[in-house]
């Protein structure tokens, strides 16, 4: 499986952007998680490639929305609105076996179950 992540930027703080994240092979779930420099890397959502079922870390619920394309493989990040403490490279990443809601888990216990990642896209906040 090999994850292509895009989309990021520098915007102002309020502002939009969607993350893209094209996929290649089958998986079972694609996730999104952030890496903010001296930070460990947070999961942020996930969706589930059958049935679109959406899972979100309760710090960004109600701001980031998780969706997908299936004609495409692509799963998409809408972030909005933005603010400055979201500055991070941004990477998605896939597991081809079931796993349970990533929201139940640690963050380096859900980056653990991953079984593969994107290079990741960086995105900067300015206030």
């Known amino acids: 499986v090999q994850l292509q992540a895009s989309g990021g930027g520098l915007v102002q703080a309020g502002a939009s952007l969607r993350l893209s994240c094209a996929a290649s092979?089958?998986?079972?779930?694609l996730g999104w998680f952030r890496q903010a420099p001296g930070k460990e890397r947070e999961f942020l959502a996930s969706?589930?490639?059958?049935?679109?079922?959406?899972d979100y870390a309760q710090s960004v619920k109600g701001r980031f929305t998780v969706s997908r394309d299936n004609a495409k493989n692509t799963v998409y990040l809408q972030m909005d609105p933005l603010k400055p403490e979201d500055t991070a490279k941004y990477y998605c990443?896939?597991?081809?076996?079931?796993?349970?809601?990533?929201?139940?888990?640690?963050?380096?216990?859900?980056?653990?179950?991953?079984?593969?990642w994107g290079k990741g896209t960086q995105v900067t906040v300015s206030s």
């Open positions: 990443a896939a597991t081809v076996t079931p796993a349970p809601p990533l929201s139940l888990l640690t963050h380096s216990q859900a980056s653990a179950g991953m079984d593969y």
């Open positions: 092979g089958r998986t079972f779930m």
């Open positions: 969706i589930r490639s059958s049935d679109g079922t959406t």
